[in-house]
């Protein structure tokens, strides 16, 4: 069984910073790409940022240059430096995960989801 444990969310002013975190265990073989994607009240989930294994990145254009994602992969862990933080960042922060595991091939993952909430 695999399983993706969120952390870091909270409350915060616009400006300020926070760092997500998301650490992936079980039968894992290898993964192939690990993010963050973020879905805000009454709005559809979006992508946020993404890292495959091989380090390459992508950004959402609207939180590029305020967004750093980097994993360990020693960890199995994917993080999520956000900064100049905004009212409209405020949202459910999901990681996801593609992961190749035993037994079940290769298949997209999700965490349970952690808020992130930036007062103006």
């Known amino acids: 069984q695999v399983q993706l444990v969120e952390s870091g969310g909270g409350l915060v002013q616009a400006g300020g910073s926070l760092r997500l975190s998301c650490a992936a265990s079980g039968s894992i073989r290898s993964i192939n790409a690990m993010g963050w994607y973020r879905q805000a009240p009454g709005k559809q989930r979006e992508l946020a940022a993404t890292?495959?294994?091989?380090?390459?990145?992508n950004y959402a254009d609207s939180v590029k240059g305020r967004f750093t994602i980097s994993r360990d992969n020693a960890k199995n862990t994917v993080y999520l430096q956000m900064n100049s933080l905004k009212p409209e960042d405020t949202a459910v922060y999901y990681c996801?995960?593609?992961?190749?595991?035993?037994?079940?091939?290769?298949?997209?993952?999700w965490g349970q989801g952690t808020q992130v909430t930036v007062s103006s």
């Open positions: 890292i495959t294994s091989g380090g390459s990145t």
């Open positions: 996801y995960a593609r992961l190749l595991v035993v037994t079940k091939g290769v298949n997209d993952y």
